[in-house]
Structures are given as structure tokens and as C-alpha cells.
């Protein structure tokens, strides 16, 4: 099976650093395969299928205190869970310079519709979807300072999400679908 570990609040503002060549070893000492790294912000996607998915997460994140002495969170999503979320994306939606979006992948204890309440969402300005294991948020750059986006910082809700951009998010289904062939 092709998985994605997204890790939270690494390499971010100089506070936890974690170089990817050594992550990648760290992966591949745990008998993972075909271990890829994308970018510095901690997406690895790898293939196991020996491990019960619900054990990889804690695995992965007492092997990053071992290696890092970092106490980080570990997210897993299959190709299956991430397709998903991909399937739902409008291919609209960019990160550049007129338009902010994001993927804000929820911990599971989390992920239901429901947390869409605890959010300040301005829908004049944002365009919010809920769909299982993530929040798809978008917004025009020149509303960035309105958006209720700018008030998650700092929530209970931000602290069980990670975030990736949509261009981050595409390139990592990209490359499992590339795992997975």
C-alpha cells in the first residue's frame, strides 16, 4: 500500500529541523519502502504492507525522537484516503499570487463535518469544503487579511490539522500515484 506520513511543525520558522536525507534513512531503517521525501515541510510517502496502518504514526514518531530527539506528530493517509481528498479539489483553485489555497488535513479525532462550527469562515470571502480527512480552504489574495483563515492560528482546531498548499497537495497524490505504478 502507498502512504503519505505528513509530518506537523517541522523545519517551519527554523524550530525543528529535520533534514530530509536523514528522515528518508530513518524511514527506510524502519523497513519501509520506496521512501520519497517532497520538500522540507515533512511529506514522505512510502510503501508498506507490513505493518497494521494504525501502528505506523506511533512508530514513526518514537523513531523520529530516537533519530532527532523532536517529539512530532505523524499523520498516515493511504492513496485510497488522499484520492479522495484530491477528487474533491476544484482544479480551480491555485496558490499563487491572486488566490491562497490550502489542504488542512484533520487528526482523525477530528475529522467530521461538524468541526466546520468551530471555524470563523467568512463566506463572502472563503470558500470552505469539508470532505472526510481534510478542510479545502480557498481565498483571493487581496481578501487575505479578512479571511477567517488568518483566525485558526492558535485554535484547538489548528492544533489536530496540518496544512499543505494545493500545489504541495497535488504533487504529493502525484507522486503516490507514481509509488503505486
Known amino acids: 500500500m502507498v502512504y503519505i506520513a505528513l509530518l506537523r511543525g517541522i523545519n517551519v520558522g527554523g524550530n525543528?529541523?529535520?533534514?530530509?536525507?536523514?528522515?528518508k534513512l530513518t524511514f527506510e531503517e524502519l523497513h519501509l519502502a520506496n521512501v520519497k521525501t517532497y520538500i522540507n515541510t515533512g511529506n514522505i510517502i512510502f510503501t508498506d504492507d507490513s505493518h497494521p496502518v494504525q501502528e505506523l504514526s506511533g512508530m514513526l514518531e518514537?523513531?523520529?525522537?530516537?533519530?532527532?530527539?523532536?517529539?512530532?506528530k505523524v499523520m498516515i493517509r493511504s492513496i485510497d484516503e488522499i484520492k479522495v481528498i484530491m477528487?474533491?479539489?476544484?482544479?480551480?483553485?491555485?496558490?499563487?499570487?491572486?488566490?491562497?489555497?490550502?489542504?488542512?488535513y484533520l487528526w482523525d479525532e477530528i475529522n467530521n463535518e461538524s468541526v466546520l462550527e468551530q471555524l470563523l469562515i467568512k463566506p463572502d470571502i472563503d470558500r470552505v469544503i469539508y470532505v472526510?480527512?481534510?478542510?479545502?480552504?480557498?481565498?483571493?489574495?487581496?481578501?487575505?487579511n479578512?479571511?477567517?483563515?488568518?483566525?485558526?492560528?492558535?485554535?484547538?482546531?489548528?492544533?489536530?490539522?496540518?496544512?499543505?498548499?494545493?500545489?504541495?497537495?497535488?504533487?504529493?497524490?502525484?507522486?503516490?500515484?507514481?509509488?503505486?505504478?
Not at 518514537?62 to 523532536?70: M, Q
Not at 472526510?132 to 487575505?144: F, M, P, V
Not at 483563515?149 to 503516490?176: C, D, H, Q, S
Open 132 to 144: 472526510n480527512g481534510a478542510i479545502l480552504w480557498s481565498y483571493d489574495r487581496e481578501n487575505a
Open 16 to 23: 525543528n529541523k529535520i533534514d530530509m536525507k536523514q528522515l
Open 62 to 72: 518514537a523513531a523520529i525522537e530516537r533519530d532527532f530527539g523532536l517529539s512530532i
Open 87 to 104: 477528487e474533491e479539489l476544484p482544479e480551480s483553485w491555485t496558490n499563487d499570487t491572486a488566490m491562497k489555497s490550502d489542504v488542512l
Open 146 to 181: 479578512k479571511s477567517g483563515m488568518n483566525k485558526i492560528i492558535g485554535t484547538k482546531v489548528y492544533r489536530k490539522v496540518t496544512v499543505r498548499n494545493v500545489n504541495t497537495a497535488r504533487k504529493i497524490y502525484e507522486l503516490m500515484l507514481a509509488a503505486e505504478s
